[in-house]
């Protein structure tokens, strides 16, 4: 079972695996927790935890943009 520690009233749960190398975990009694969040796991659910300091945003410089078909058929017919 995790171990689950107090911290001015809110329970603070372990790190996942892909916490590890974050600036923002700090170690108590041989287990880490996130400093910046209670509940790691919930951050990570979702691609990236927007905490982390470890992980690198990647930007698409591709120059691609989604249009919308029918936006672009009216373009088109307008000669633009």
């Given at each position: 079972m995790s171990q689950?520690?107090?911290v001015n009233g809110v329970e603070c749960h372990p790190i996942v695996e892909k916490c590890e190398g974050c600036d923002r975990t700090m170690?108590?009694?041989g287990v880490k927790y996130c400093?910046?969040?209670p509940l790691p796991e919930r951050k990570w659910a979702q691609k990236v935890c927007n905490?982390?300091?470890h992980m690198k945003l990647e930007v698409?410089?591709?120059g691609k943009v989604n249009i919308n078909p029918l936006k672009a058929s009216k373009r088109?017919?307008?000669g633009r």
């Open positions: 689950v520690i107090t170690e108590q009694d400093k910046s969040y905490f982390a300091t698409d410089k591709g088109a017919a307008r």
